[in-house]
């Protein structure tokens, strides 16, 4: 699976950025896939996931209720909808994918197989 992220940018606190992820070479269907993002000097970190199926989700704390993953298995895509956007959510985003996941191990970025070039999204205050 070939991934290609893309519609970072510079915004200002509360601002609202929409992610997307374009996948090929692989099923979409078959894969689960997450948003990490990571800060200089710091370990990618967990952000969102969604099952292949679509109907699961799961989000770290910090952006839980600000933060929507999705995906479209039919134009190989998944977004991650980003909203009330904070100095804190500064960081380098990749997407990630990998075979079908079981629930304990999504937030480990090993579990998964493929990553995306990453795409910068800057918060200002």
């Known amino acids: 699976v070939q991934l290609q992220a893309s519609g970072g940018g510079l915004v200002q606190t509360g601002d609202s950025l929409r992610l997307s992820c374009s996948a090929s070479?692989?099923?979409?269907?078959?894969?689960?896939t997450a948003w990490f993002r990571q800060t200089p000097g710091k370990e990618r970190a967990f952000v969102a996931a969604?099952?292949?199926?679509?109907?699961?989700?799961h989000y770290a704390n910090s952006v839980k209720g600000r933060f929507t993953i999705s995906r479209d298995n039919a134009e190989n895509t998944v977004y991650l909808q980003m909203n009330s956007l904070k100095p804190e959510d500064t960081a380098v985003y990749y997407c990630?994918?990998?075979?079908?996941?079981?629930?304990?191990?999504?937030?480990?970025?090993?579990?998964?197989?493929?990553w995306g070039q990453g795409t910068q999204v800057t918060v200002s205050s």
């Open positions: 070479g692989r099923p979409f269907g078959s894969v689960t």
């Open positions: 969604i099952f292949r199926s679509g109907s699961s989700t």
């Open positions: 990630a994918a990998g075979p079908s996941l079981i629930l304990s191990s999504i937030r480990s970025a090993s579990s998964y197989n493929y």
